[in-house]
């Protein structure tokens, strides 16, 4: 599966942004997926993720009760509303997605994907 991000771009502190992933084929049922973001000089982030039914979804320490992923199924898009942003919100935001046996799972970690998009660059002025 291909995934394009979009949306990145120049934001001010206190404000909003959504995020999309447009995959290239149908991914409800099939794919976990998430968002990651990897800011210079900083390791790889873990943002948050939706299972394959779409019933579970799990996010990072920093961005918990400011970031929201939905995904649309029958646009095949995966979405990262984000809201509250501050200067250390600043990255590349990547859309990934992985499969499992599981309905359930979302996987944390890098390794729990196979597929990235090119992402999308996120900044956050002071």
């Known amino acids: 599966v291909q995934l394009v991000e979009s949306g990145g771009t120049l934001v001010q502190t206190g404000g909003s942004l959504t995020l999309s992933c447009v995959a290239s084929?149908?991914?409800?049922?099939?794919?976990?997926m998430a968002w990651f973001r990897r800011a210079p000089g900083k390791a790889e982030e873990f943002i948050g993720g939706i299972s394959r039914n779409d019933v579970h979804r799990s996010y990072g320490e920093s961005v918990k009760g400011r970031f929201t992923i939905s995904r649309d199924s029958t646009r095949g898009r995966l979405t990262l509303q984000m809201t509250l942003l501050t200067p250390e919100d600043t990255a590349r935001y990547y859309c990934?997605?992985?499969?499992?046996?599981?309905?359930?799972?979302?996987?944390?970690?890098?390794?729990?994907?196979?597929?990235w998009g090119q992402g999308t660059q996120v900044t956050v002025s002071s």
């Open positions: 990934a997605a992985g499969q499992t046996s599981s309905l359930y799972n979302v996987p944390s970690t890098r390794s729990g994907y196979l597929y």
């Open positions: 084929e149908f991914t409800s049922n099939r794919y976990h």
